[in-house]
């Protein structure tokens, strides 16, 4: 039987993936383990391996392409088994995975269209012609011969829907049924519709202003991670009732802390602090300290988390990924130092794994190193609370009724209201004001 490849969940929010490109051709040999494809989910682009061998006879989404999770994108033939077999199955399932349009989101448009196009291909617009050659020889995939040999069925007696009248697999499987049922289920007239099986806002976009094209404008297209970042953020700011406090923090301390352990750090394990290092640390002591805040609506109930899983705001070539320091309140400033430079390197190599976007509690995301001095930042959902990060500036600052130069930072926590409250949210991020302001507090 050919072994159908069918696009993976690499993501617990996937719902479908794009091909990036296919690492083997159709004829290549495939051994389990083997590397085929590169998909982009909606969090990052991910190495698609092979669990099965056999010959690779058929993709039938091409780079570029999109296609729902779990419908066939490509299709191995076993030892012995003839490419017509590779055809069929592609032309049987993938438009079962169309019509079933269930959970299949607005961009599986494009997938559909390709599913309906696999099946007139296979079957034809043209009636059903004799499966009778010349000499009387039946005109049947091997498939279909092994499949009619065991169930006792004679092809003589049947149709074929194949090219040019072949039988195949689904005509044996068919009979006795009318040929007219059958081609209800399968024909491109019967799939078509169905990208609007539930209604037409199966495929309908959202009302929108179309912007006017001039000559000279470009058209960039929406990779899966551009597209995914509209929808999630168009639904934070749509569903979440955002609040918004900031408070301006004395970072001199912090300054010459960061000078005196960095001094030491070279001269023992290398590692380098950045401030962001600090205020991660600060932000996962306050979530500690501050439960409230590290929480999550969830419909009749608010879930206070056990465990901090600080999500970093990570700009990429397409959008912003958000890895997660997982457990966060167990470890030391070195190793989520470590851990944030080794997730920002490999997240611009496009080689993070689905499980390290998992976990996430609370958010950080820093613009000081664009020397943005403050901004609001937009929660990100399920989560309740995401603390945006200016750069610091020098600036003229009074002091025992004098006017002194001084280091001063811009923090701005976004709070989801059904969960935090003002006062909460004060608290809050007066408590990261309170250990970066006395920054030895989190060395200890």
Not at 332 to 344: C, H, P
Not at 421 to 429: H, I, R, S, T
């Amino acid at each position: 039987m050919p072994i159908q490849i069918e696009m993976p969940k690499l993501s617990d929010t996937m719902t479908e993936g794009t091909v990036v490109r296919w690492l083997k051709k159709e004829g290549d040999e495939i051994e389990i383990g083997d590397i085929i494809a590169e998909i982009e989910t909606d969090k990052a682009t991910m190495e698609m391996e092979a669990f099965d061998e056999g010959l690779l006879s058929k993709i039938s989404v091409q780079a570029g392409g999109k296609a729902p999770v779990g419908s066939v994108i490509a299709v191995l033939l076993e030892d012995g088994e003839e490419a017509e077999s590779a055809g069929e199955a592609a032309a049987q399932t993938a438009p079962a995975a169309a019509v079933s349009g269930e959970s299949a989101p607005p961009a599986a448009t494009q997938a559909l269209e390709q599913a309906a196009a696999i099946v007139q291909k296979s079957q034809g617009s043209a009636p059903a012609a004799s499966n009778t050659l010349t000499g009387g020889r039946i005109k049947a995939s091997p498939l279909a011969k092994k499949i009619a040999e065991s169930q006792g069925v004679d092809l003589a007696s049947l149709s074929g829907s194949g090219p040019g009248g072949r039988i195949v697999k689904a005509d044996v499987l068919g009979a006795p049924a009318s040929a007219g049922a059958r081609s209800t289920a399968t024909s491109p007239a019967a799939v078509s519709p169905a990208a609007g099986a539930s209604g037409t806002s199966a495929v309908a976009a959202p009302m929108a202003i179309s912007p006017v094209v001039s000559e000279g404008d470009q058209k960039v297209q929406l990779s899966g991670m551009r597209r995914i970042i509209a929808e999630r953020l168009l639904t934070s700011k749509t569903t979440i009732p955002h609040f918004y406090l900031h408070l301006e923090v004395d970072a001199a301390p912090l300054m010459s802390l960061r000078k005196q352990v960095n001094a030491q750090a070279e001269a023992t394990h290398g590692n380098k602090y950045s401030v962001n290092d600090f205020v991660v640390k600060a932000l996962i002591n306050a979530s500690v300290a501050v439960p409230e805040a590290n929480a999550s609506f969830n419909g009749d109930h608010i879930v206070q988390f056990a465990h901090v899983g600080v999500s970093i705001a990570i700009a990429v070539d397409d959008g912003l990924v958000t890895p997660v320091v997982k457990n966060a309140e167990k470890k030391s400033l070195l190793t989520i130092s470590k851990e944030i430079k080794e997730m920002a390197a490999r997240a611009r190599e496009n080689k993070l794994h689905p499980n390290e976007f998992d976990g996430g509690t609370v958010t950080i995301s820093n613009l000081g190193a664009w020397g943005i001095e403050s901004f609001d930042a937009i929660v990100n959902p399920p989560q309740a609370a995401i603390l945006s990060v200016g750069g610091i500036m020098e600036k003229a600052v009074v002091q025992d009724g004098e006017i002194v130069p001084g280091l001063r930072m811009n923090l701005g926590v976004s709070c989801d209201h059904r969960v935090i409250d003002g006062a909460v949210a004060a608290k809050f991020l007066g408590e990261i004001k309170r250990l970066l302001e006395s920054p030895t507090l989190m060395l200890v």
